[in-house]
């Protein structure tokens, strides 16, 4: 994870720089940039992703922060990249000459213009109680060749607007540009979130310094990394969130452009169950203990087949020190619980494998006896 001030770029949204679309705290990250280098005297402001398309999206009840109130009051121009029907657009704000400049990096109509006008006239009157026209300038632009580069598009818009106050000319920002533009933006990301002083300490699955461990557990676990041998700058990974835990692998070759496997446990969503298979017997509880389990604790079983699978699943549980009966959100987390095979809800459709669970014939006989179908 980058963090740029109060804005966190996660390793999902640096990866959507290859070749998707922008997320909108990758566009709100690498703005700082831009009017650090070309705002140098603080004239033109800026408008948050969520909060122009907010505004645009119900314009007669939006009410704007009042940083952005202040922003159009006081500064010469101001700006948002907003996104409409999962599109981003560039809309330039001149105050003072009640005047807007739509640059929308397929192309704006006549339509679209005029829709945005008086959308606008109405986000001012809602909120300055002022009743004055605005006007629309328009100029010729490069657009965009794919469906995916609009993100791109606009913050290289909003960096020729800061720069000479016009906009890059139609064919002269093509695909190898494009291309170019995406590493720069991740580059930049990377220099602002610090560099090496996040790299080398959090996993680029899961974002955390420690791997993450039951709620219920106090014992800490031991922590084994793995570095990608090609990322510049250096990426490190959990190997628990890489699906092992082995310290012997902890000289592993490791490429992460190759497809990462997640730990079937840290992908698993609410209402699934991850089949286990116990290897000790420190697994002890039940988490149908209190609603009717009669079969006792689960190390009680013996470790052989097939009494040795069990189901894990992640729910609502509340916190060590809490009880179920709090009404406060904050006093329950979602936890990793642990089932007898016979103690869980039966479903056709909601199990899932942990990595080391290969399923013989007389095991799937018996899970499917219990109303499991494998």
């Given at each position: 994870m980058v963090k740029i001030g109060a804005i966190e770029v996660k390793d999902v949204d640096l990866k959507s720089l290859g070749k998707g679309k922008l997320k909108d705290n990758v566009i709100q990250g690498f703005i700082p940039h831009l009017l650090s280098i070309y705002d140098g005297e603080s004239?033109?402001?800026?408008?948050?992703?969520?909060?122009?398309?907010?505004?645009l999206s119900f314009p007669s009840t939006y009410e704007l922060p009042g940083s952005v109130k202040n922003a159009l009051r006081e500064k010469e121009t101001v700006f948002g990249i907003y996104n409409k029907n999962d599109h981003w657009n560039l809309l330039l704000i001149f105050p003072k000459q009640k005047q807007l400049w739509l640059a929308n990096?397929?192309?704006?109509?006549?339509?679209?213009?005029?829709?945005?006008?008086r959308t606008w006239e109405s986000v001012m009157a809602s909120n300055f109680n002022e009743s004055t026209s605005w006007t629309m300038y328009s100029q010729q632009h490069a657009v965009q060749e794919d469906a995916v580069s609009c993100g791109v598009f606009c913050l290289k818009f909003l960096e020729s607007f800061l720069q000479s106050r016009t906009l890059p000319s139609k064919g002269s920002f093509g695909s190898k540009d494009v291309l170019a533009y995406r590493q720069k933006i991740g580059l930049q990301l990377l220099r602002s979130?610090?560099?090496?002083?996040?790299?080398?300490k959090l996993c680029r699955i899961c974002g955390r310094e420690d791997p993450p461990k039951c709620n219920f557990s106090s014992v800490p676990k031991l922590t084994n990394w793995v570095e990608c041998e090609n990322c510049i700058p250096k990426?490190?990974?959990?190997?628990?969130?890489?699906?092992?835990?082995?310290?012997?692998?902890?000289?592993?070759s490791f490429d992460c452009n190759k497809e990462i496997k997640?730990?079937?446990?840290?992908?698993?969503?609410?209402?699934?169950l991850l089949l286990k298979r116990r290897t000790n017997k420190r697994i002890k509880v039940c988490g149908k203990r209190r609603n009717g389990c009669t079969k006792g604790d689960i190390s009680k079983l013996p470790l052989e087949s097939p009494k040795d699978l069990i189901f894990m699943k992640k729910e609502r549980r509340p916190k060590r020190d809490k009880h179920w009966?709090?009404?406060d959100e904050n006093d329950y987390v979602m936890a990793y619980v642990h089932y007898h095979i016979e103690c869980a809800v039966q479903s056709s459709n909601n199990i899932v494998l942990a990595e080391d669970v290969n399923i013989t014939e007389e095991e799937r006989v018996f899970l499917n006896g219990k109303g499991f179908i494998l």
């Open positions: 004239k033109v402001g800026s408008i948050d992703c969520t909060v122009l398309g907010q505004a990096p397929t192309g704006e109509g006549t339509m679209e213009t005029e829709n945005v006008v979130g610090g560099y090496d002083t996040w790299t080398g990426r490190w990974f959990h190997l628990l969130c890489l699906g092992s835990d082995s310290s012997a692998e902890k000289e592993m997640v730990a079937a446990k840290l992908s698993l969503k609410e209402g699934q009966s709090s009404v």
